[in-house]
């Protein structure tokens, strides 16, 4: 079994237009989309990233530098991520169709190299 990132971007205006009831029942889809994935034994670990903060660290000719990001006005931040388990990439695919993030934003699905 491979594993697999779902990088979940989004732009966060995307979500502007949610009220607390609607904001509710897209969690709620996440959290069973994330139950059928876990229960099918295919989730390894998943997390929502913070809405606010964060660092960029690059390597420079005077060392190390950092930088606040990312930054409110990128239109599109990663907000999350998966860890599944597949047996090839057409499951990866399939398993990432059926997350509730596609409905606003993107999923970037990368293999993960272990060996």
């Not at 059928?36 to 903060?53: C, Q």
């Not at 005077?62 to 930088?67: F, H, P, R």
């Not at 990663?78 to 997350?99: H, P």
């Not at 993030?101 to 990368?110: A, S, V, Y």
Request: net charge negative; charged share 25%.
């Amino acid at each position: 079994m491979a594993k697999y990132i779902l990088l979940l971007h989004e732009n966060p205006a995307n979500y502007t237009d949610l009220g607390p009831a609607d904001m509710q029942a897209m969690i709620e889809r996440y959290s069973a989309w994330g139950r059928s994935i876990a229960e099918a034994g295919k989730m390894h670990s998943g997390m929502k990233l913070g809405d606010n903060g964060g660092w960029h660290m690059r390597r420079g000719g005077s060392g190390i530098a950092v930088t606040d990001g990312p930054y409110a006005e990128a239109k599109d931040v990663v907000g999350g991520f998966y860890v599944i388990e597949a047996a090839d990439d057409a499951e990866a695919q399939s398993i990432a169709g059926g997350c509730p993030h596609l409905e606003r934003g993107w999923i970037e699905i990368r293999p993960i190299d272990i060996g």
